[in-house]
């Protein structure tokens, strides 16, 4: 999904204030409670890839920055001129929002219509996310995003953060998260959500939906994809909608945009 120009990750992501591209990407392996981060990036063509290498090449959780993309570079990822991930749609859309000042979230239509036409709009998906199960029974969960459109320059979302945006665990959930960066890094949503379903033995579903909640409550919204190790998931968002999807054991897959 990070090389589709319709995702905000890899090439298509959103611009920060300044008219960069800089961004973030985490993974966690349920199994081992291993995990893996970068974040600001601008030359690494998978971000996620960049996680990976973070996770199984280095002692280190997360690197940011110049740093991260050297890192990724002596690992032997692709490494691309920070042009590539530039779309005129996503340019546009920046110019529109310099011109309001105002910070766009990528998963709200109702605030992200105000900067784009209609038409355009049907054109832009959000944050990629994905949480897995093996026949094995061990859990994943991958997150990777290019934030929100003017961003200052440096801030960092949820994302990349063990715990906010990301995060598994073989004996409860993997989650991934999309939404207000900022209210999911101050309530630990992905956590919370492991955490109500290990400690106090709540369904996804409740969990994930208390969880939301307590973003809602400090005025952030946003989703998740919530994923046990006996194949149970739920997919809960508080926001107009959420680009979502899942498949299993029978090959079936199942897609959806809002609620109903």
Do not use: C
């Amino acid at each position: 999904m990070e090389d589709s120009p319709l995702f905000n990750a890899g090439k298509g992501a959103v611009f920060t204030h300044d008219g960069r591209n800089e961004l973030d990407a985490s993974i966690m392996d349920g199994k081992t409670r291993k995990a893996g981060a970068v974040a600001g990036v601008t030359t690494v063509k998978n971000p996620i890839n960049a996680a990976i290498a973070v996770m199984e090449k280095s002692p280190h959780v997360m690197m940011v920055s110049q740093g991260a993309d050297l890192f990724a570079k002596e690992q032997g990822l692709t490494i691309v001129d920070p042009s590539y991930f530039r779309t005129e749609y996503r340019w546009q859309q920046l110019q529109k929002a310099l011109e309001k000042e105002q910070v766009v979230l990528d998963h709200d239509g109702k605030t992200a219509a105000l900067f784009a036409d209609p038409m355009m709009y049907d054109y832009k998906y959000g944050t990629v996310g994905a949480v897995a199960l093996d026949q094995h029974g061990n859990l994943a969960a991958g997150t990777s995003t290019g934030g929100m459109t003017n961003k200052r320059y440096g801030r960092v979302g949820d994302s990349p953060i063990i715990g906010a945006g990301n995060y598994a665990d073989n004996e409860t959930v993997a989650v991934s998260a999309t939404g207000s960066g900022e209210m999911f890094i101050r309530t630990l949503t992905a956590f919370n959500i492991a955490a109500q379903v290990k400690y106090q033995k709540l369904p996804l579903e409740q969990a994930a939906q208390n969880a939301l909640d307590e973003v809602k409550a400090i005025n952030g919204s946003g989703g998740v994809i919530v994923l046990d190790k006996s194949g149970n998931y739920t997919m809960s968002f508080n926001s107009e909608g959420m680009y979502r999807g899942t498949i299993g054991n029978d090959g079936k897959p199942l897609v959806a945009i809002y609620k109903d």
